[in-house]
């Protein structure tokens, strides 16, 4: 076996520059001895590494991936004793090496790239997922203050007028309402029994020409029997209506109250 033969294996490790610097000594002298055959094997693994430099642009490979690269080609030009006869006797040539070693760092670096690729996208993703909720969160809580201010005003606003709902059951509380002419309508309510499975409450306007009652919002008290119900464009003037009621009505609401109402509160 001539000289360079033992070196055709490290030509493409060492156009990959993962020689260490004994290694790399060795071939340096060697190429350097004017072996014209491994001078032109280099140039073809250069040529190859240059290829894969082409293909896989983002970024070098790290030194522990080539180290383990440069392994996995060493271990399979060792293989076993009748392989390292092939590789021995030149059945295989040296380019295929060459081939192996770059289809190998390719594949490594593909799978490490898509890999980095995939969970910097993933991370973006939940980055994103968590400002849109945070988004929704502020929007929320922007919508709830804004309707918790506007109630304010109507309940404090010395233009609103007082409505007071007795209940027609002794054993219910009062309710209270606001109206402010411009603002709208509050009815805010404590200690309210739950509706039944699958009902709600819902506020009706009486108006004074004796028509029918207007509907308006419905609403469900909180676990502590709390509500504020507010309407900010009632269906009807302040000045044109006699009576707020309030009756249980299926879920969604009712075009006419179908139960009797279970508070009344005269409006003026
Ligand atoms: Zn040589």
């Known amino acids: 076996m001539s ?9 493409e490790a060492y156009a990959l520059g993962s020689l260490d610097s004994a290694d790399r000594a060795v071939i340096e002298a060697h190429l350097a001895s004017g072996c014209a055959e491994c001078a032109k094997a280099l140039e073809e693994a250069r040529w190859i590494v240059s290829q ?20 996995t080609v060493r271990a399979e030009a060792a293989g076993g004793p009748g392989r390292q006869e092939a590789v021995r006797g030149a059945a295989v040539p040296w380019w295929l090496w060459a081939g192996v070693a770059a289809l190998l760092l390719f594949s490594a670096y593909s799978t490490w790239n898509e890999r980095h690729l995939r969970d910097a996208v993933a991370n973006l993703q939940r980055q994103a997922e968590a400002q849109r909720a945070e988004r929704q969160k502020l929007e929320q809580q922007l919508r709830a203050a804004k309707i918790q201010a506007h109630e304010a005003m109507i309940w404090s606003d010395p233009k609103s007028v007082k409505i ?19 603002m709208g309508l509050v009815v805010r309510g404590w200690k309210v029994p739950s509706p039944g499975e699958k009902r709600v409450l819902q506020l009706w306007l009486i108006p ?54 279970m508070w009344v509160g005269g409006v003026s």
């Open 3 to 11: 000289t360079h033969d033992q070196f055709r294996e490290l030509i």
């Open 164 to 182: 007071k709902m007795p209940p027609k059951d002794p054993n219910m509380p009062q309710l209270e309402a606001m109206w402010h002419p411009e």
């Open 52 to 71: 894969l430099a082409h293909l896989a642009p983002a970024a070098e490979p790290s030194d522990m991936l080539k180290g383990r690269l440069l392994q």
């Open 208 to 261: 004074k020409t004796g028509g029918k009652p207007m509907p308006s919002v419905t609403f469900w008290p909180d676990a502590d029997g709390t509500f504020t119900a507010m309407v900010e464009n009632p269906p009807d003037a302040l000045s044109d209506t006699q009576a707020l009621a309030i009756t249980e009505e299926p879920m969604g609401g009712s075009p006419q109250p179908t139960s009797a109402p």
